[in-house]
């Protein structure tokens, strides 16, 4: 059964596509049955995923990739109304093979008109009826619908603190994790999410599941925050992947204080796992609650990648030189070379939390038999 992992920091520009998009694929490469949704309606994961890098595939034309795709896979807003007004759906759900070796990524697509379904459920949630109650319930029901099928579910949501939708996925998840830069607005980001989360209670504590009512589970558990573009020090060689900055390594200092109060706050909410669990699962280094501290893409392999339509952590030197622009040259096996210090350094990063994860379900004890 699926662990259901939200990705959520309401301060935008942090790598939170980028990370759920990488961890998605390595998490396949390893074996793991994966399915991404996007709960985003700026819809950047599914365009990083269905490969559409230029206006032409992007657009709305009858013959397009985009117009393709969305007349034969189903987009998230359709997904929850098929659940809560009963009208089962005829796409399918998005399916591509993440490597030779690995599983295929099954993806839930975006969709704008997330919006409509946002100011509907707000409706609801404000004017609770007989007649309303249990369409949380119902939500819930969409978004787990699946879990027997998977061994993760990883939710990339909006950077919106007043979204209803990220409120209800918050309060459906096992997991979730907060990626951050190392910037100051990323600190008072973190600082900001023990209010958010009281605001998401206070709105949705009627609908919390008990013995004689269908709700909303409620025990979300934070796993910690990943620290997203940080910058390398120059000098550092492929050994050394690791080696940061010191204006990012001040900065994960500052961070610390940051994350042990919201962890705290989230500790004597039942909202967060212990520290001694995050150091079974992650280790310590570098620090409590903080999963990795993962290195800037150079912006010429996050262009091959966006134009290639897969993650980083898949390029090959010969993906390199096809999409790399005229001029460049983008070698990423040459010895202590720029691209192959950040390629190696995401690439062990991501990894690393992949693994991480995967000791969650590990953890767990086998389902009974029939």
């Known amino acids: 059964m699926a662990e259901i992992i939200t990705f959520f920091n309401h301060k935008g520009g942090v790598g939170k596509t980028t990370l759920v998009h990488n961890?998605?694929?390595?998490?396949a490469d390893k074996g793991c049955r994966v399915l991404l949704v996007d709960a985003d309606p700026q819809m950047n994961l599914t365009a990083a995923i269905y490969g559409l890098s230029t206006s032409v595939e992007y657009s709305t034309d009858e013959d397009s990739k985009w117009s393709r795709n969305i007349q034969k896979y189903i987009s998230l807003s359709e997904y929850i109304n098929a659940e809560l007004k009963r009208q089962p759906s005829t796409k399918e759900i998005y399916r591509i093979k993440s490597s030779e070796k690995g599983r295929s990524v099954d993806l839930i697509a975006g969709s704008i008109n997330l919006a409509n379904i946002e100011a509907d459920l707000y409706g609801v949630i404000k004017n609770k009826n007989e007649f309303t109650n249990e369409i949380p319930y119902k939500f819930e029901q969409a978004i787990k619908k699946n879990k027997n099928e998977y061994d993760f579910i990883l939710?990339?949501?909006?950077?919106?603190a007043s979204s209803i939708?990220?409120?209800?996925?918050m309060m459906?998840?096992?997991?979730?994790?907060?990626p951050v830069s190392p910037a100051f607005f990323s600190l008072q980001a973190i600082d900001n999410l023990s209010a958010i989360f009281n605001n998401w209670i206070k709105l949705l504590g009627e609908y919390e599941t008990t013995q004689n009512f269908k709700g909303l589970s409620f025990k979300p558990k934070f796993l910690g925050l990943v620290v997203q573009m940080a910058k390398r020090f120059s000098g550092g060689s492929v050994q050394e992947t690791t080696k940061f900055s010191k204006s990012a390594e001040k900065w994960i200092e500052d961070v610390n204080g940051s994350v042990k109060r919201f962890?705290?706050?989230?500790?004597?909410?039942?909202?967060?796992?212990?520290a001694e669990e995050f150091e079974k699962f992650f280790g310590n280094d570098p620090g409590p609650f903080i999963i990795q501290k993962c290195c800037d893409f150079t912006p010429q392999?996050?262009?091959i990648a966006e134009k290639a339509g897969m993650p980083v952590v898949h390029l090959t030197q010969d993906i390199c030189n096809k999409y790399k622009d005229s001029g460049q040259n983008v070698d990423i096996t040459k010895e202590d070379g720029q691209y192959t210090r950040s390629f190696t350094s995401i690439s062990n990063s991501y990894n690393k939390i992949a693994d991480g994860l995967i000791k969650l379900i590990e953890r767990k004890p086998p389902a009974p038999t029939p």
């Open 23 to 27: 961890l998605g694929f390595i998490l």
């Open 155 to 160: 939710i990339d949501t909006s950077p919106s």
């Open 165 to 169: 939708i990220n409120a209800l996925i």
């Open 172 to 178: 459906v998840t096992d997991y979730f994790i907060t």
């Open 263 to 274: 962890q705290q706050f989230a500790m004597q909410r039942g909202m967060s796992i212990s």
């Open 301 to 303: 392999l996050r262009s």
